[in-house]
């Protein structure tokens, strides 16, 4: 079955930086754009980045210019390299496809607090 694995969250002052970066496991990987998102307490899961099976990204608006995802489609891993971390980031952050949705994973925290 399907499988991704989220890791590299943690606690960061604002204006740090964390590597996010998820394995994926039971899919035809390069075949599928595949996506980060993010459920802050309270609030709904909403995609922040994207990445389609040839490279090209997108970003939500608040993300964009600090965050960037790339994918390594041999090795079947997505990351997320964000920078200039805000406390309005604070959130568990999953990967998924961007236009198929699997089985959510564990997810990874990512708290940025001074």
């Known amino acids: 079955q399907v499988q991704l694995v989220e890791s590299g969250g943690g606690l960061v002052q604002p204006g740090g930086s964390l590597r996010l970066s998820c394995a994926a496991s039971g899919i035809i990987f390069r075949m599928y754009p595949m996506g980060w998102y993010r459920q802050a307490p309270g609030e709904q899961r909403e995609l922040v980045a994207s990445?389609?099976?040839?490279?090209?990204?997108a970003y939500t608006d608040s993300v964009k210019g600090r965050f960037t995802i790339s994918r390594d489609n041999a090795k079947k891993t997505v990351t997320l390299q964000m920078n200039n971390l805000k406390p309005e980031d604070t959130a568990v952050y999953y990967c998924?496809?961007?236009?198929?949705?699997?089985?959510w994973g564990q997810g990874t925290q990512v708290t940025v607090s001074s």
């Open positions: 990445v389609t099976q040839g490279g090209n990204t």
């Open positions: 998924n496809g961007a236009s198929v949705i699997w089985a």
